[in-house]
């Protein structure tokens, strides 16, 4: 349940990239294929769509315009990635459970993000601190969904 709480936190933050890393998850067979529409995540251009979704979530987040992610379409997208990503990490007799305390931990870490981000911009401006933040969240999803990346350090598959 560890796995479903962290990757929780990893959406509240960029909701886009849960489902990234649990397609890329799926393609490398980290993850089992028991939700609907996981098997659609072993098509590599579907992995790489995911992918590319999630890259241009984080290019936006660096726009002037970019609205906070505690707006109510943001936290919709974070609750749904989450409760995805949650259930597939989560055992396959607790994936409703796993998927609740995704949901809990998005949007948690939606505003605690939030909060910490508007705090670093003053001193380091809106695209250090986006960048700085991306890297964060990418690595972390990654190395949640795929714990054979940090354990062996060479991935099997490509991420996408």
């Known amino acids: 349940m560890l ?6 936190l990893i959406a509240g933050q960029r909701g886009i990239t849960p489902l990234a890393v649990i397609a890329a998850a799926t393609r490398r067979e980290e993850v ?3 939700l609907p529409l996981q098997k659609l995540m072993l098509n590599p251009v579907i992995a790489a769509g995911t992918a590319a979704f999630a890259a241009a ?3 936006g987040d660096k726009m002037k315009t970019a609205p906070d992610r505690t707006v109510p379409i943001g936290l919709a997208v974070r ?3 989450a409760a995805y ?11 409703i459970l796993g998927a609740a305390i995704a949901v809990g931990a998005a949007l948690a870490s939606s505003y605690a ?3 910490a981000r508007k705090l670093a911009m003053r001193r380091f401006g ?11 969240v990418f690595g972390s ?7 054979s990346l940090i354990a062996r350090g060479v991935p099997r598959e490509p991420f996408w």
């Not at 796995?3 to 929780?8: C, E, Q």
């Open 113 to 115: 993000g939030l909060a």
């Open 79 to 81: 609750s749904i990635t």
């Open 32 to 34: 089992p294929v028991e």
């Open 141 to 147: 999803g990654l190395a949640i969904a795929n714990p």
């Open 85 to 95: 990503a949650g259930a597939a990490l989560a055992p396959r007799d607790r994936r």
């Open 126 to 136: 809106q695209t250090g601190t986006g960048f700085v933040e991306d890297a964060i």
């Open 3 to 8: 796995r479903s709480f962290l990757i929780g």
């Open 57 to 59: 979530e984080m290019a």
